[in-house]
């Protein structure tokens, strides 16, 4: 029984340096600040998503306080947020009225399942009449598309205060999933 619990306990502690929290003061001192420039602040890739896809497929995200990213200040508003991958690194265009307004460097990119982040969201309850016009409108949808278009992949923003210093936002699209870290405050 003895070998038992020290084995246990030997386990317990080695898995804890592995889940040990992340450093988010380094991970954010070593991203740097992208000194792309674009023409006439157009994403150059924004006329073939609206041409491959029924409506746009850049999510709409709101923040309702500034974010800070090294010498970059995000005020708060709307803004549709579009992934892209330049020279090998994934940047987070943030498109206000259509041009690009800020370009955040991505922390962290993983692939995940698609529409992982659906598991963890509750359905929400129809009435009689509203899972009548759904079903009508898929059968539609099924059998009567006229259009060689697509919908766009699915996507998901997830945003959460780490701790006094830093915010955390999460951004699926498809089966990427971008991370990013701003500072709380601007110093």
């Known amino acids: 029984m003895r070998k038992l619990i020290i084995t246990l306990l030997g386990i317990f502690l080695s898995t804890q340096s592995v889940l040990a929290a992340k450093d988010y003061e380094k991970l954010y001192n070593e991203a740097e600040v992208p000194k792309i420039k674009l023409m006439h602040n157009l994403d150059p890739y924004q006329n073939e998503d609206y041409y491959n896809y029924t409506w746009a497929p850049y999510p709409l995200f709101r923040t309702a306080t500034a974010l800070y990213f090294k010498d970059i200040t995000i005020p708060p508003g709307y803004y549709l947020l579009a992934a892209r991958t330049i020279k090998d690194k994934d940047y987070i265009f943030f498109k206000e009225s259509g041009k690009v307004k800020f370009i955040i460097p991505v922390i962290e990119t993983d692939i995940v399942l698609e529409d992982s982040y659906q598991r963890k969201m509750p359905t929400p309850k129809l009435t009689k009449t509203e899972n009548v016009k759904k079903k009508i409108a898929s059968f539609f949808k099924n059998h009567m598309s006229n259009s060689k278009k697509q919908d766009p992949p699915s996507s998901f923003i997830q945003a959460q205060k780490l701790d ?15 991370t990013m870290y701003f500072r709380t405050s601007s110093f």
């Open 164 to 178: 006094e210093n830093f915010h955390e936002i999460i951004y699926y699209y498809g089966n990427k999933k971008y």
